[in-house]
């Protein structure tokens, strides 16, 4: 049967949504090609903002997205724009399926979702969908539904007839009777709170004529056979599905509930070892009790003994009495029962009834009519509406996109400080690093790395935070930080990476590897030099840490650890550097050289001239090309130790370049070196002695110096006739 014709868009609402399919495709462009300060960016999403704002002057404006098109409510452009073709196809790759926009998007939330809309969607999935990481860059604005096939699939299957066999398998009871398959199927319903919520409604729907005994005897068959299963299975997972199950809990009736209670007693609760109504009931949050209360006060206009007898038995301290019943009275007075007037009233004899505590005492009837008049005054002034439109648009701006982002970190900042517990800190702390990680993933790193801080320096206020504060930290660097981070580097404030290196330092010699796995996948000079400095101020935790890296299976993570010993210096870890002399990798041996010339050290001078014996082929060809071509001046002291132990007529060519080099690069230390060569020669090789005392006689007439002329003059007197001829030639030179 073919599909029904799509009523054609108006052409004023078409033109406007052209309008608007344009301005996106510039603002992406601009977006992806440009720097974040460029005045494209900033141009092209004014622009977008703009077209916003028209598009929602009426209310929010929703765009369903289809293959090639665009639809506003049940019309669609008769014919689409190319423009609008492209903004569909950009939305549908990144699977969503509508787009809503309401009043307030700003130039920043357009920003931060035409970057997710550019990157790859394998890698947008992998970081947990679009979906996912809008809720947590983006903001009320601007709304999208991710287009979920699983959840497509499934309902082509029939997910209501999975639903039946698992009810009708817990009502036939006293097992579970279910397969494999089936109990697949059903912790997946368990894990999804929406399939969840539908299986629990079900369950109260077909168990309504019943009974309360028929209904808490198939949730018991449920929770005891999934327990059964998931312990057997998937152990893991058994603690997510007991914490759900204490969600599902929150929703029965005070009849249900001391059902469930009562049979906590019974055999039928046991799962092996496992009370499965007692592990439930000590999972069940504050919220969810507050949750159960309220809904029963709801229900039944008022606190029953049994609402009472239940709310004893599962929160039987006092203290936590009170402290649960205020937040059930927000949920009650949020309620159409919370707006009648006998409300304050009604909820005393809650109290009363639940606690046998009123604080009635404490509330005067003065107090009391003071806040029935601020309710009261409050309506009317919603009712005025004469304020200006400049007063409103501030109003408004404080609860805009950017706002809502910065009040919710500055609450996760507030929740550690003010945390004592270090239990429910280290919980407090996990939720920050997870959104932290969550930030990293759509780009906002400095507030990514800000809350970091924050968790470092919380922690350094009680002795119990620090080691929570360690163990979440350390797992925020192992997590999607450093894939992204290096490119960040490239053009983040100064302020920013010195936050990012004070992070660093505070996760410890667990974040090296990752830090130098990045430095060796880098290429921009800015972006590599702060990593260095960051690995750098490691020190000796570093360089133990590098040290580990030699043997890396990737050849660029071993040439990055002999850079970074060589950045290190000290002598500690050249050993671990032999190996890599003769390594496969030519850019590794070449590094690896490198860092033992610039060492300065005799113990990595002595480490080459063993290699330079010890290797043979294109290695050894390597090492030679490297010594003789070294200019700088942190190889003198290798040249020095060259030209002193050497073996000169096995390595003619790099004691020459040795000398040559102390010529150029001088110091008393220089001199010394090469004032010793002077004298050293081989009689039955005249010739090339004779060559060699050359270069070193020139070498020093080349440093200068009053300590080389010395020299010279010294051994043009009472050196052998060979240093004598070489001396006077050299002295001649410099009359």
């Known amino acids: 049967m073919p599909d029904a014709p799509v009523p054609a868009l108006d052409a004023a609402l078409t033109a406007k949504l052209a309008d608007f399919a344009r301005g996106c495709k510039a603002a992406a462009r601009a977006v992806s090609l440009y720097p974040g300060g460029h005045p494209a960016i900033a141009s092209t999403l004014g622009r977008l903002t703009q077209l916003t704002a028209s598009l929602t002057e009426g209310g929010p404006f929703t765009l369903q997205v289809r293959p090639g098109t665009l639809h506003v409510g049940d019309a669609a452009p008769a014919k689409p724009d190319p423009a609008i073709v492209e903004l569909s196809e950009l939305l549908r790759r990144q699977l969503i399926g509508r787009l809503t926009l309401t009043t307030g998007a700003d130039a920043e939330s357009w920003r931060t979702l035409l970057m997710l809309l550019a990157r790859p ?45 698992i009810i009708a398998a817990a009502l036939a009871g006293p097992q579970l009777e279910l397969d494999d398959s089936a109990m697949r199927t059903l912790l997946e319903i368990v894990g999804d709170p929406a399939r969840f919520d539908e299986l629990i409604t079900k369950l109260e729907t077909e168990t309504g004529d019943r009974g309360v005994e028929v209904r808490m005897a198939a949730f018991l068959n449920l929770l005891r056979g999934l327990t059964e299963y998931v312990g057997r299975a998937a152990p893991e997972k058994l603690e997510g599905v007991l914490r759900q199950m204490s969600q599902a809990a929150g929703r029965l009736t005070a009849d249900g509930m001391l059902e469930l209670l009562d049979r906590s007693r019974k055999p039928e609760a046991m799962a092996g070892s496992i009370n499965v109504v007692n592990a439930v009931v000590d999972r069940m949050t504050d919220a969810t009790v507050a949750h159960f209360v309220s809904s029963s006060v709801i229900q039944e206009r008022g606190a029953s003994e049994r609402l009472a007898q239940a709310f004893q038995t599962l929160v039987p301290n006092n203290d936590r009495q009170r402290q649960l019943l205020a937040l059930a009275e927000q949920d009650v007075a949020a309620s159409p029962l919370g707006q009648e007037a006998m409300f304050a009233d009604l909820w005393t004899r809650v109290e009363t009834m639940l606690t046998s505590y009123s604080d009635a005492s404490f509330v005067t009837d003065a107090y009391a009519r003071e806040l029935s008049n601020a309710r009261t005054r409050a309506t009317e002034v919603e009712a005025t509406n004469d304020d200006p439109p400049e007063r409103i648009g501030a109003w408004v701006s404080t609860v805009n996109d950017s706002a809502l982002r910065s009040l919710d970190q500055q609450v996760l900042v507030d929740l550690l400080a003010l945390e004592m517990d270090p239990s429910r800190w280290r919980d407090i702390a996990d939720t920050v690093v997870g959104h932290a990680e969550d930030l990293v993933r759509v ?42 981070v290096a490119k960040h580097l490239r053009s983040v404030h100064d302020e920013g990476y010195e936050r990012f290196g004070r992070v660093c330092h505070a996760i410890g010699p667990a974040i090296i590897p990752p830090l130098a796995e990045g430095l060796s996948a880098e290429q921009d000079a800015r972006s590599r030099r702060r990593l260095r400095d960051i690995l750098v101020g490691f020190g000796a935790a570093g360089r133990e840490s590098v040290q580990q890296l ?29 190996p890599l002399l003769s390594d496969s990798e030519p850019l590794v041996q070449h590094e690896a050289i490198q860092a033992l010339i610039l060492n300065g050290s005799d113990a990595a001078s002595q480490i080459l001239v063993q290699a330079l014996t010890a290797t043979t082929g294109r290695p050894r060809q390597t090492l030679i090309k490297e010594l003789t071509t070294t200019r700088d001046e942190r190889a003198a002291p290798l040249f020095c130790y060259l030209v002193r132990h050497l073996d000169r007529r096995a390595f003619p060519a790099i004691h020459l370049a040795a000398v040559e080099a102390l010529g150029t690069f001088g110091g008393p230390d220089a001199v010394e070196a090469l004032k010793d060569a002077l004298q050293k020669g081989d009689w039955w090789a005249p010739l ?34 060979g240093v004598r001829s070489a001396a006077k030639a050299e002295l001649t030179r410099l009359t």
């Open 121 to 165: 969607p394998e890698e947008v999935r992998a970081d947990g969908g679009i979906a996912h990481l809008w809720a947590t860059a983006g903001g009320p604005s601007i709304e999208l539904q991710q287009i979920d096939y699983a959840e497509v699939l499934r309902d082509k299957r029939g997910d209501a007839a999975t639903l039946d066999r």
């Open 443 to 484: 780009g906002y790193f400095d507030t990514a790395w800000y809350l970091a801080e924050q968790v470092a320096t919380q922690s350094a206020e009680q002795d119990g935070r620090r080691p929570h504060a360690a163990a979440a930290l350390e797992r925020f660097g192992r997590g999607p930080m450093m894939k992204h």
């Open 550 to 578: 030699m043997n890396a299976p990737n050849w660029e993570v071993r040439r990055t650890a002999a850079y970074l010993l060589r950045e290190f210096g000290g002598t500690e870890g050249l050993r671990e550097l032999q």
């Open 688 to 721: 090339k002695t004779r060559r060699v005392r050359a270069a070193v006689a020139q070498a020093l007439r080349r440093i200068g110096t009053a300590a080389a002329i010395e020299a010279l003059r010294d051994a043009s007197e009472h050196g052998a006739f």
